[in-house]
């Protein structure tokens, strides 16, 4: 939230010019405007009614000892630069926050540093599924990512974009990543499947490629929630697209096994279509 503070606080934790920590009545709060810590220490009181850009309050008291934690380990500029991405999303959004994310994102962001400062890269198997998926989260990530740059002088790699947008993701959904993880493992499995059983390279940036993620994705959707779909042309498509139906009968037996659920005929219908059209399109590629 943002507007002013409403009783007088005491620092607590100078991180940068732009953020502090500080006590209102025993409630700790991250406080975020340009300048609002310039020649602020420890111990000094901030009145009340003044102006703020944002404040976040860490209410849950596990979060709340998860943070402490976190402070005790990170550098204050990480979790000062952190903080101004956190308010960078929020604002983009115009939506509050879960407050795990100024844990989630600040370790994530803190450990990819070091891990990228050491020249060690770690691949992200579901680029392609997120950007699909989760645009806008993938979009705000990039922005964050850019951020991140200009402050550490270091490149970040499209697939902590990735990462990023399911932090930011979670943070939209109270917290937790849903079914995410599961559709983009899903996913994943079903693709290397098809590119190995009928030996071709799927174009990830494809809008074939992204229909059919996205078909997968709110197919699981429908069966967790017990709405399956009716397909009137499940006759004709068995029949025209006989190798592909076959293809998608074993592609659907990922599906059921990873997820134990039951995939229709009728759905089995509809993905043999888009297994035909990544067929097609292979093909015309090649050529």
């Known amino acids: ?145 850019i951020i991140i740059e200009k402050a550490k002088k270091i490149k ?17 959904n109270n917290g937790k990543l849903s079914n995410t993880i599961k559709y983009n493992f899903v996913c994943n499995s079903v693709v290397e499947f098809l590119e190995e059983e009928i030996d071709i390279e799927i174009d990830k940036k494809s809008l074939d490629y992204a229909r059919f993620v996205t078909h997968i994705r709110f197919a699981i959707e429908r069966f967790l929630n017990n709405k399956p779909i009716k397909n009137e042309l499940i006759s004709a498509i068995k029949k025209q697209y006989k190798s592909s139906y076959e293809i998608a009968k074993k592609s659907a037996k990922i599906i059921e096994q990873q997820l134990y659920i039951d995939i229709t005929e009728d759905e089995i219908g509809y993905l043999s279509m888009h297994i035909e059209r990544l067929r097609q399109a292979s093909r015309n590629n090649y050529n």
Not at 156 to 172: N, Q, T, Y
């Open 1 to 145: 939230m943002n507007g002013y503070i409403c009783h007088k606080c005491e620092v607590v934790k100078v991180f940068n010019n732009n953020v502090l920590l500080v006590n209102e009545k025993d409630i700790e709060k991250i406080l975020f405007r340009k300048g609002i810590g310039f020649g602020r220490k420890t111990g000094d009181i901030i009145s009340s009614g003044e102006k703020v850009e944002k404040i976040f309050t860490i209410e849950d008291k596990n979060n709340y000892d998860n943070f402490k934690q976190l402070m005790s380990y990170a550098d204050k500029e990480i979790i000062a630069l952190s903080e101004e991405v956190i308010v960078m999303i929020s604002n983009e959004l115009s939506e509050e926050l879960d407050e795990k994310i100024h844990i989630s994102l600040t370790d994530h962001i803190l450990f990819a540093l070091k891990r990228l400062e050491g020249n060690e890269e770690i691949e992200n198997p579901f680029l392609a599924e997120t950007e699909i998926l989760y645009k806008t989260e993938f979009d705000i990530a990039k922005k964050a990512t």
């Open 156 to 172: 970040i790699p499209d697939g902590e974009v990735g990462f990023i947008a399911l932090h930011i993701h979670s943070a939209r």
